[in-house]
């Protein structure tokens, strides 16, 4: 029976591990979260973002990277709202301006 869950979990490969990108989108995100420190959602939101792609890279089953994915997937879907974020003044301009960065490493690493 050991060599059954030796050889299944074997024959998971994590895409995300070690991808540069991932790193990338890492570092920009604690960058945003210190910068955000006044708003408190949005150093929460980056917060979480931050430990799910952590987990993301630290996956070792299917259903982990799908769960980390799908979160990151939801605060990434609010991202994309920058402008009027930034247009009714919820967003600092410090934030702002590494937005489009973060939402094209999103694109790059998830393949959207």
Do not use: C, R
Request: aromatic fraction near 8%.
């Amino acid at each position: 029976m050991s060599g059954l869950g030796t050889g299944s979990k074997n024959s998971f490969v994590n895409n995300y591990a070690q991808n540069p990108d991932l790193k990338e989108l890492q570092e920009l995100l604690t960058e945003m979260k210190l910068a955000s420190q006044a708003n408190s959602e949005w150093q929460n939101n980056f917060t979480i973002a931050s430990k799910e792609l952590f987990e993301l890279e630290e996956a070792t089953k299917p259903s982990e990277v799908k769960a980390n994915t799908n979160t990151i997937t939801a605060i990434f879907n609010e991202a994309k709202k920058v402008k009027d974020w930034v247009g009714i003044g919820l967003l600092p301009a410090e934030i702002a301006t590494k937005v489009p960065k973060m939402i094209e490493l999103y694109h790059q690493i998830f393949h959207l």
